[in-house]
């Protein structure tokens, strides 16, 4: 029984015998799939990102400053063609834009510039009555008891030639400041116009190098960026005159002098969000405590800290919200991760980087319903369930049958 199991089929086709493999044929070696092409792309790839992050890191300045023209070259340009609607030629209609422009901050100069020095002087001559008020308050003393501040503060007054030696430095560093700050303005002017002049050549010529298929859209995302940043930049102008507004009544109420150049200063704040405000708002209340005693003083810093929660919580998101068409919250978390990756150009360009992305995201959305045949709003889930199953292209019958 046991042997009638391996007993041999004769109608079974015999296997012909395996021939021996001769060593000296060549064996087939699979092709490596990294070439030396391969290689060199990766490695340009890789000395690329490096030069990129070199001139990121090396060139901060000049980047805020190309940025910074960007930005106000696309404020201008819609001042540039609603001229060039009413007949006006385009360097023409470029000329009257800036000198409108340089006119506005000229002015503007001039009406802040004279009282601040009248101020600072006034400050300086108040200063040893300032310092003798705040010696007889009660929380100088609660503090001058418990950690000896008097003390602490004693070596800041040794006499008047330590008092010059200390603001030596500070005067010069200020000096420095108004010097790179004037040849800033000057470059961010000429890029302006320049990029006024000749930047829509540019654009032209990147969008003839597309292809006809996707030049449409490449436009259309262009010209959505092109009045999101153009509603950032207005809303954050009525964001400032918002706050010059209530600063200056504010201050004309609790009737602390020069309170129109304050009220303007504190709106220029605006134009910097979170910190540019604290900034302007420490100024006031500076100003406030040496012009108006303790109480103003301590008023203005709490309203100070009041507003700038309302402006960087409520009325900013809700004017980016109609101007730039982000929801508030959106913009809110914009900001304050913006700010805390890159501090106050972070800050700065939150709302427009966040509304670019917005588009491009949208843009993308829509791609995709155009590639699946949806109408472009609607759920996608439910059309898909009306459209039903589809079957596999080999499921269908031939049209010739």
């Keep these: 029984m046991l042997l009638g199991r391996w007993r041999v089929d004769p109608e079974r086709p015999v296997r012909p015998p395996v021939e021996p493999v001769n060593d000296l044929e060549p064996v087939p070696v699979p092709r490596s799939q990294v070439t030396v092409k391969t290689v060199l792309t990766i490695c340009g790839a890789v000395v690329g990102v490096l030069a990129a992050l070199y001139v990121v890191i090396h060139g901060i300045v000049m980047l805020t400053l190309t940025v910074t023209a960007v930005l106000l070259a696309v404020a201008f340009n819609h001042g540039v063609e609603r001229l060039e ?31 601040t020095v009248s101020q600072v002087r006034d400050l300086a001559d108040r200063l040893p009555e300032l310092n003798a008020r705040i010696h007889q308050t009660r929380f100088f003393q609660w503090l001058d008891a418990r950690i000896g501040l008097e003390q602490r503060l004693g070596a800041l007054g040794e006499g ?10 500070p ?12 040849g800033a303005f000057v ?21 003839a190098e597309s292809l006809p298929a996707h030049r449409q859209r490449y436009e259309r995302v262009l010209d959505k960026v092109y009045h999101s940043v153009g509603g950032y930049l207005s809303g954050l102008a009525l964001i400032a005159v918002v706050n010059a507004t209530c600063a200056t ?14 009220g303007i200063l504190s ?23 040496a012009s108006s005693g303790v109480l103003d003083g301590l008023s203005v810093a709490v309203y100070t800290i009041v507003y700038q929660q309302f402006e960087n919580h409520v009325l900013a998101p809700v004017i980016y919200k109609h101007t730039v068409k982000l929801n508030p919250l959106v913009t809110l978390l914009g900001i ?3 700010a805390e990756l890159a501090g106050v150009l972070g800050a700065f360009l939150a709302v427009p980087i966040v509304g670019t992305c917005q588009i491009v995201i949208r843009e993308l959305l829509l791609l995709r319903r155009e590639r699946l045949k ?8 439910e059309q898909l369930e009306k459209r039903g199953p589809r079957r596999p292209s080999f499921w269908r019958r031939p049209r010739h049958v």
């Design 336 to 338: 304050l991760l913006f």
């Design 85 to 115: 609607r009413w007949g006006l030629k385009r360097p023409l209609a470029i000329v009257v834009v800036m000198f409108g422009v340089v006119g506005a901050l000229i002015g503007a100069s001039f009406l802040i510039i004279p009282p």
């Design 171 to 182: 005067a010069l560093r200020v000096l420095r400041g108004l010097v790179a700050g004037l």
């Design 374 to 381: 949806l109408p472009l709003r609607g759920d996608v889930a």
């Design 187 to 207: 470059t961010v002017l000429f890029l302006v116009i320049f990029m006024l002049a000749y930047g829509g050549r540019v654009v032209r010529g990147v969008l």
């Design 249 to 262: 009544l504010f201050l004309a109420i609790l009737g602390v002098p020069f309170f129109l150049p304050l």
């Design 160 to 169: 008047s030639s330590g008092l010059l030696q200390q603001a030596v430095d």
């Design 267 to 289: 709106g220029l704040g605006s134009l910097i969000p979170l910190l540019g405000a604290t900034l302007a708002g420490l100024l006031l209340s500076v100003v406030a405590l």
